[in-house]
Nanobody, 120 residues
Framework: QVQLVESGGGLVQAGGSLRLSCVASGYTSAYYDKGWFRQAPGQEREAVACISTKDGSTYYADSVKGRFTISRDNAKNTVYLQMNSLEPDDTAVYLC?????????????WGQGTQVTVSS
């Protein structure tokens, strides 16, 4: 069973930085897409950033372009989200997501989430 575990959330002042990590385990497929979603109270879940483990291609939501950077370390089965210039509107639960497109692991998987709170 594929498992995703997030870490790195916390409370920061506006303008500060955090780095989130998501470690994947329990899979056999070589390549998959991995990313971060977030959900604030009363709002829809939003895709923040995604990355392919195969070629490193990325996607960013317009609201975080220029401030957030997604990266991965395939050897460590880990994806990172470096968040700079944080704003109060970034406050949300951040959820790690992985999508496997083939093989016995095919499907969509979610972590439990980590809280990010930005104060002003």
């Amino acid at each position: 069973q594929v498992q995703l575990v997030e870490s790195g959330g916390g409370l920061v002042q506006a303008g500060g930085s955090l780095r989130l990590s998501c470690v994947a385990s329990g899979y056999t497929s070589a390549y998959y897409d991995k990313g971060w979603f977030r959900q604030a109270p009363g709002q829809e879940r939003e895709a923040v950033a995604c990355i392919s483990t195969k070629d490193g291609s990325t996607y960013y939501a317009d609201s975080v372009k220029g401030r957030f950077t997604i990266s991965r370390d395939n050897a460590k089965n880990t994806v990172y989200l470096q968040m700079n210039s944080l704003e109060p509107d970034d406050t949300a639960v951040y959820l790690c997501n992985a999508v496997f497109f083939s093989g016995i692991d095919e499907g969509v998987y979610w972590g439990q989430g980590t809280q990010v709170t930005v104060s002003s």
